[in-house]
């Protein structure tokens, strides 16, 4: 798995969780899935995410230049 397929599936996991927290305990968890969709914005346009760091650090290496 390449740090760019992680962050979209991390992304995606911390949204519905976000949703199904807000659903069932407090609509507040929704600021959660604000800051994610946000996070997403930004690193459109940076690409520069902190979730690459840690995904990096975690091992996951950068799709090569051609896959891109």
């Known amino acids: 798995m390449t740090v ?3 962050l979209r599936l991390m992304a995606g996991v911390v949204v519905l969780l976000s949703l199904a927290l807000a659903h ?6 929704l600021w959660l899935t604000a800051f994610v ?3 997403l914005l ?5 690409n520069w995410c902190p979730g690459m ?6 091992g996951l ?3 090569s ?3 891109k």
């Open 61 to 63: 290496k950068d799709a």
């Open 4 to 6: 760019e397929r992680g």
């Open 37 to 39: 969709g946000l996070n």
């Open 53 to 58: 760091m840690i995904l990096r650090g975690l």
């Open 24 to 29: 069932y305990f407090s609509p507040n968890w």
């Open 42 to 46: 930004q690193s459109a346009f940076t």
């Open 65 to 67: 230049p051609a896959a």
